[in-house]
């Protein structure tokens, strides 16, 4: 009875593709070509459907897109079918030969299920669903670059401390007034004594910073000092230090020089026949001073030595002064 209500099947399933047979046959000549059209545009793996014959009376998995080859059964394989009659009708004669052909009734019912779905399931023209990639699952970041590394603090220039420079150049004009009287022009006994003359400075002065804050500079003050019968030559070198006040690139600046000092003395002879003679002496130079200065915009010097006694000593003299000079300069 079983194998009789099989085959009953079976010819139920043929007779339904010579239906869709002859339906087909109604309709225009160029259906064939729409329809060969239309499964050339689908992709070959969205027309695959897999069927899967178990021996438990479930129900066969769904169809899974992109595979090319449908297992049914055991060990045969079958291609999709496309929407034509012809490939409906060569599905319907396989169907029929796979029935006959299961090995037990739960295989039967599984393969007329699968081909009844085959057959009358199908739509012509039906689009397949579009695939679509799974996002990733890591999104791809760019590294992020390295913090550069801190530059170092910039030195500070010689403006930053007031200087524009730290060499220096100044030049000087002042008056010297003597504070010894009677000076002795010589050690023995018959030397004479008079009055030391007052005269006029010039001079030029060079310095060099030795100190990062541009405070402390080593100078070689040079002067000449002179009057009608008298000259001095002045060649000292020494230090000067240059004090900040609250008031911006003013200074006070204490200064100590030593160094040799060349005398041209013209003495008058004529007491003793007429005429005047020149001598020169050597002796030696101490001069502490102190002043103030301003720095004009960095560079321009404007000071003056408000307090300057330049001693002159030798064994035959010792001479005492005061001078006073003001001074115009640069710093570069």
């Given at each position: 009875?079983?194998?009789?209500?099989?085959?009953?099947?079976?010819?139920?399933?043929?007779?339904?593709?010579?239906?869709?047979?002859?339906?087909?046959?109604?309709?225009?000549?160029?259906?064939?070509?729409?329809?060969?059209?239309?499964?050339?545009?689908?992709?070959?793996?969205?027309?695959?459907?897999?069927?899967?014959?178990?021996?438990?009376?479930?129900?066969?998995?769904?169809?899974?897109?992109?595979?090319?080859?449908?297992?049914?059964?055991?060990?045969?394989?079958?291609?999709?079918?496309?929407?034509?009659?012809?490939?409906?009708?060569?599905?319907?004669?396989?169907?029929?030969?796979?029935?006959?052909?299961?090995?037990?009734?739960?295989?039967?019912?599984?393969?007329?299920?699968?081909?009844?779905?085959?057959?009358?399931?199908?739509?012509?023209?039906?689009?397949?669903?579009?695939?679509?990639?799974?996002?990733?699952?890591?999104?791809?970041?760019?590294?992020?670059?390295?913090?550069?590394?801190?530059?170092?603090?910039?030195?500070?220039?010689?403006?930053?401390?007031?200087?524009?420079?730290?060499?220096?150049?100044?030049?000087?004009?002042?008056?010297?007034?003597?504070?010894?009287?009677?000076?002795?022009?010589?050690?023995?006994?018959?030397?004479?004594?008079?009055?030391?003359?007052?005269?006029?400075?010039?001079?030029?002065?060079?310095?060099?910073?030795?100190?990062?804050?541009?405070?402390?500079?080593?100078?070689?003050?040079?002067?000449?000092?002179?009057?009608?019968?008298?000259?001095?030559?002045?060649?000292?070198?020494?230090?000067?230090?240059?004090?900040?006040?609250?008031?911006?690139?003013?200074?006070?600046?204490?200064?100590?020089?030593?160094?040799?000092v060349a005398q041209v003395i013209s003495i008058n002879l004529g007491s003793?026949?007429?005429?005047?003679?020149?001598?020169?002496?050597?002796?030696?130079?101490?001069?502490?001073?102190?002043?103030?200065?301003?720095?004009?915009?960095?560079?321009?010097?404007?000071?003056?030595?408000?307090?300057s006694i330049p001693i002159v000593f030798s064994p035959a003299i010792a001479?005492?002064?005061?001078?006073?000079?003001?001074?115009?300069?640069?710093?570069?």
């Amino acid at each position: 009875m079983r194998k009789r209500s099989l085959l009953a099947g079976a010819m139920a399933l043929s007779l339904c593709c010579f239906t869709a047979d002859a339906l087909a046959k109604k309709k225009p000549k160029d259906t064939t070509e729409e329809a060969a059209a239309t499964a050339e545009s689908k992709p070959a793996d969205a027309a695959n459907i897999q069927v899967a014959a178990t021996a438990a009376p479930t129900a066969a998995p769904a169809a899974t897109p992109g595979q090319g080859t449908v297992r049914v059964g055991v060990g045969v394989s079958t291609t999709p079918a496309p929407n034509d009659p012809a490939a409906q009708r060569d599905l319907a004669a396989s169907c029929a030969k796979m029935i006959s052909a299961a090995a037990d009734p739960a295989s039967q019912r599984a393969i007329m299920q699968t081909c009844s779905q085959q057959l009358g399931g199908a739509q012509p023209g039906a689009a397949p669903a579009a695939a679509t990639e799974p996002p990733s699952s890591t999104a791809e970041t760019a590294p992020t670059p390295a913090a550069p590394p801190p530059e170092p603090p910039a030195a500070p220039s010689g403006r930053a401390y007031g200087k524009a420079g730290g060499f220096m150049l100044n030049f000087r004009l002042g008056y010297v007034a003597p504070l010894t009287i009677g000076a002795p022009t010589g050690s023995g006994s018959g030397s004479t004594a008079f009055d030391y003359p007052a005269q006029g400075m010039l001079g030029v002065e060079f310095g060099f910073s030795i100190q990062q804050q541009r405070k402390l500079y080593l100078v070689v003050p040079l002067s000449f000092q002179f009057q009608g019968i008298t000259a001095q030559i002045l060649l000292p070198f020494g230090f000067q230090y240059d004090i900040a006040l609250p008031i911006r690139n003013l200074y006070v600046v204490p200064r100590m020089t030593l160094g040799y000092v060349a005398q041209v003395i013209s003495i008058n002879l004529g007491s003793v026949g007429g005429g005047s003679t020149t001598a020169v002496g050597h002796a030696g130079l101490i001069n502490p001073e102190i002043g103030i200065k301003y720095v004009l915009r960095d560079r321009l010097n404007l000071g003056m030595d408000l307090l300057s006694i330049p001693i002159v000593f030798s064994p035959a003299i010792a001479l005492v002064s005061y001078r006073v000079a003001a001074y115009i300069g640069a710093n570069f």
